[in-house]
């Protein structure tokens, strides 16, 4: 079966760096782009960015332009969220999400569980 | 970018009634619409895709609509289990975006 499994939580300092990790099984890995989603406490759903797992093509949204690094290891089909120059209003839970039927421009058909960062002093 | 608003916040629904939620689109997202549902503390879960196809396992009391740039997300007889938040999502134009959710909750 699909699986999205998430890297455990994480606490950070403002200004510092977070790395989190989605690990895809159950289907093939370079066949279905990749989302990472976030929500703020109480808040609703905000796309970050994409990675196509063939070849690490990425694009993301324009607010994480600088800050917000995709990449992929197709060894370990784990796909990886890199935040740079975090603040506190990065806390959030941060998902993984698969796009659905191998296309771009679809719904996100499953979820990984969700990953909390806190960015406090 | 293109904004999803959603209405009502809030909407109150004893067992058994139907419950109607509502997206407007800011421009035409080419039926590129989906509705997942969000309970706390879990990952949303896909309901709809393409504005009135249900996902693969989701009921048949879910059913979606369109009408140009609005949507609609209709449980026919809520259950227990279907209290929860409802987002809808536009996946047209990046960056994806979406509504800010409504909350069904028990009358």
């Known amino acids: 079966q699909v699986q999205l499994v998430q890297s455990g939580a994480e606490v950070k300092r403002p200004g510092a760096s977070v790395r989190l990790s989605c690990m895809a099984s159950g289907y093939p890995f370079s066949s279905y782009y990749i989302h990472w989603v976030r929500q703020a406490p109480g808040q609703g759903l905000e796309c970050m960015g994409v990675i196509n797992p063939v070849g690490g093509g990425t694009t993301y949204a324009q607010r994480f332009q600088g800050r917000l690094t995709l990449s992929r290891d197709t060894t370990t089909s784990t796909v990886y969220m890199d935040l740079s120059n975090l603040r506190s209003d990065d806390t959030a839970v941060y998902f993984c999400a698969r796009v659905a039927r191998g296309s771009y421009y679809a719904d996100f058909d499953f979820w990984g569980q969700g990953t909390l960062v806190t960015v406090s002093s | 970018e293109t904004v999803m608003t959603q209405s009502p916040a809030t909407l109150s629904v004893s067992p058994g009634e139907r419950a109607t939620l509502s997206c407007r689109a800011s421009q035409s997202v080419n039926s590129k619409a989906a509705w997942y549902q969000q309970k706390p503390g879990q990952a949303p879960r896909l309901l709809i895709y393409?504005?009135?196809t249900r996902a693969t396992g989701i009921p048949a009391r879910f059913s979606g609509s369109e009408s140009g740039t609005e949507f609609t997300l209709t449980i026919s007889s809520l259950q227990s289990e279907d209290f929860a938040v409802y987002y809808c999502q536009q996946y047209n134009q990046w960056p994806f975006t979406f509504g800010p959710g409504t909350k069904v909750q028990i009358k």
């Open positions: 393409g504005a009135s």
